[in-house]
Every structure is written in structure tokens, then in C-alpha cells.
């Protein structure tokens, strides 16, 4: 088996195709689609209960003394620190993180794994990629990585609500139903914008829950936003992706 060294690490981008998107989900893609900061939140919660699932395997194992260690290392694993976020990667990681298993019951999860590869009623899955020790002393799970987000000019990289795709010059980028234009006028907490059309055009407002850096967005960015009103007042404004 080939692996990647214990404390090796690596700088990526991660995008997101919003007008597939946007085609698929019949212009309303759900919240984990439209910025990055949602997506990896839903994917440090899916890792999450995987560890959970994890640790109720190891504890009820008849071998539970040897694998002290490996229940020991899913304990530690979450919650994340430092705005960090947790996945796991590679054939290794076995089918827990890698199909539906969650959302099976057990009979269920066996038939699936029969018909890959046939166990009968044994649990499902019933192996465990482990690293040992010099004396083969299980040590913890292959495969988990900790992501933490890069901030700075020289560090960060724009998601794909800053990057906008085109196609002879002209841009592919679809405006979510319901949604209207705004400017962004001051990145605080929470961040400002002025909307730019419809019906509270000129009005400034917050736009809540959402890091500019994390997004590619900068003062006098414009953005497709959802209008938040209550009994005809604005309230606020929803991100929904760059315009």
C-alpha cells in the first residue's frame, strides 16, 4: 500500500462549478454549494460522525485492550481546533468514509458489502486500515488530515465565487433565483453591503455569517444576495454568490 508520511502537508484550492450546480439543483442549489466556508462545515460534520461511528467499532471490538490506542487517537480527533477541519482521504479510509454506510442499518450495510465482496452476516465493514508500531501494536486509522483555511495575500486562493468561467467572452455565471445584485462597503463583522436593485435598492444592510477572504471578495465586490425582511422591513441579506 502506498501512503503519504505522517505530517506531510500539502496546498490546494478547492472550487466549486456553481453553474453546474445551479443546472442541477433547478437554480437553487443548496447552502454547502454556494461558498466554500459551507462546504467544508458539512464536511468536517459528515467526518465527524464517521469518527463517531468509529469509535462506537473500537469499543465494542473483543480485541477492546489492543486497540486502546486507535480509540484513544477518534477521542482526539474532534472537535477540530484552530478553525481547523477534519477529513479523511484514500483507500484506507475504508467504506465508512468513503459510501453511505451512515445511512444504513446493519443488515443493510452487509447486503451492500456482499455484493462487493461476500462475508454473510459478519459486521460490515469488518476491516480496519490501521498503523502499528515495531511491535504490531495497532497506533491510530489511516488517512485523516486536518485542513486549515489559508489567509493572505500570498497564501489564499479564491473559490469559485471569485473566479468567474466564461465562454466566448461571455459569462456563464447564472444569478440565483431570487436573489439580487449588491456591493460590499465594508468588511466588519458582519460584513456591509448596498443593494443594488429591486426593492430596497440603495439601502445598506449586513450580510452575516460569511469570511471575504475565504470567499475571493474585497470591498466593492458585487454579489448576488437573498433579501431578509420581516413584515415588509429589511433585516438583512443572505450570500448567495458573486456576481
Known amino acids: 500500500m502506498q501512503t503519504i508520511k505522517k505530517g506531510s502537508k500539502a496546498r490546494f484550492k478547492i472550487t466549486i462549478d456553481d453553474k453546474l450546480a445551479a443546472v442541477f439543483f433547478h437554480q437553487n442549489p443548496p447552502a454547502y454549494l454556494r461558498s466554500v466556508d459551507e462546504?467544508?462545515?458539512i464536511v468536517n460534520d459528515f467526518f465527524a460522525a464517521v469518527a463517531v461511528e468509529e469509535k462506537i467499532f473500537y469499543s465494542s471490538v473483543d480485541a477492546a485492550p489492543h486497540v486502546e490506542n486507535v480509540f484513544g487517537f477518534y477521542k482526539s480527533l474532534f472537535p477540530s481546533v484552530n478553525e481547523t477541519f477534519r477529513f479523511r482521504i484514500g483507500w484506507g479510509g475504508g467504506m465508512m468514509s468513503k459510501?453511505?454506510?451512515?445511512h444504513l442499518d446493519e443488515p443493510t450495510r452487509s447486503e451492500v458489502r456482499n455484493l462487493i465482496m461476500f462475508r454473510d452476516t459478519q459486521v460490515a465493514p469488518k476491516s480496519r486500515c490501521l498503523l502499528i508500531d515495531d511491535d504490531r501494536q495497532p497506533l491510530q486509522?489511516?488517512?485523516w488530515c486536518t485542513l486549515k483555511v489559508l489567509t493572505g495575500t500570498t497564501a489564499s486562493y479564491p473559490g469559485i465565487d471569485a473566479y468567474m468561467q466564461k465562454a466566448g467572452g461571455i459569462s456563464t455565471i447564472v444569478q440565483p433565483q431570487?436573489?439580487?445584485r449588491a456591493i460590499i462597503i465594508a468588511n466588519g463583522k458582519p460584513v456591509m453591503v448596498k443593494i443594488?436593485?429591486?426593492e430596497f435598492s440603495g439601502a445598506e444592510t449586513i450580510m452575516?455569517?460569511?469570511?471575504l477572504q475565504n470567499l475571493g471578495l474585497a470591498v466593492s465586490s458585487e454579489v448576488f444576495v437573498r433579501i431578509d425582511k420581516v413584515k415588509g422591513r429589511l433585516l438583512k441579506v443572505i450570500y448567495r454568490g458573486k456576481a
Open 39 to 41: 462546504l467544508l462545515k
Open 178 to 180: 431570487g436573489s439580487v
Open 141 to 143: 486509522s489511516l488517512g
Open 196 to 198: 443594488l436593485e429591486g
Open 208 to 211: 452575516p455569517d460569511i469570511q
Open 99 to 102: 459510501t453511505q454506510f451512515l
